[in-house]
Structure formats: C-alpha cells, structure tokens
C-alpha cells in the first residue's frame, strides 16, 4: 500500500554511529505509525522501535533504548533512525514498516544491512 525503500546501512566498528533513513512512496506516511525491525541470521524478526503518526510517542526495543533514536519528518515523508554505539550484537538487516492504528504492520521496506565489526 505504501512502498518504503530504506538507506543508510553499512559497515561501521563497534561503538560507532549510523543513520538510516526511510522514504515511503505511493501514499504519505502521515497517519501511520511507524517502525523499524530488524532480522539476524538464523534469528526471528524483532521489533526495535516504533513512533507514533505524529511522532508524539516513541518506543524502544530494551536492546536498544539509549542508543537508538528514531524520528520521523512527515514533511519529508521520510522515518530515520540514529544508531549510535553500536554493538556486534547490532549486526542485522534493518527493516522499515508502516501500519494504521492497532493495526498490523502490512507495508514493508526491503532491507538494509547493517554490519556492526568488532
């Protein structure tokens, strides 16, 4: 319904930073939540973070919480999420999705990698 290619991954040592971004198409991503996931080898897809349609409200993955930031500018149409000290641990494939409400998320980007070297 909403196409969202995501950017931005890359390889980076441990305690260094990345930003990744979102850019949706095909339909504004005002009104719909947002959130990033990301999937490891041989590992179940986890939530990291969401925000809230008008960014009003934030979640974080334990994992996470305090070192990843994400942020949306509905202007823009565009999510991000600032990685910073990032761990080996870290080492996934980025997922970016949308969904309305308590709904599930149903639109999804395609990946990006992030490789985390220690």
């Known amino acids: 319904q909403v196409q969202l290619v995501e950017s931005g991954g890359g390889l980076v040592q441990t305690g260094g930073s990345l930003r990744l971004s979102c850019a949706a198409s095909g339909r504004t991503v005002s009104g719909y939540g947002m959130g990033w996931f990301r999937q490891a080898p041989g590992k179940e897809r986890e939530f990291v973070s969401g925000?809230?349609?008008?960014?009003?409200?934030?979640y974080y993955a334990d994992s996470v919480k305090g070192r990843f930031t994400i942020s949306r500018d509905n202007a823009k149409n565009t999510v991000y999420l600032q990685m910073n000290s990032l761990k080996p641990e870290d080492t996934a494939v980025y997922y970016c999705?949308?969904?309305?409400?308590?709904?599930?998320?149903?639109?999804w980007g395609q990946g990006t990698q992030v490789t985390v070297s220690s």
């Open positions: 925000i809230s349609w008008n960014g009003a409200s934030t």
């Open positions: 999705a949308a969904r309305l409400g308590s709904l599930a998320y149903d639109s």
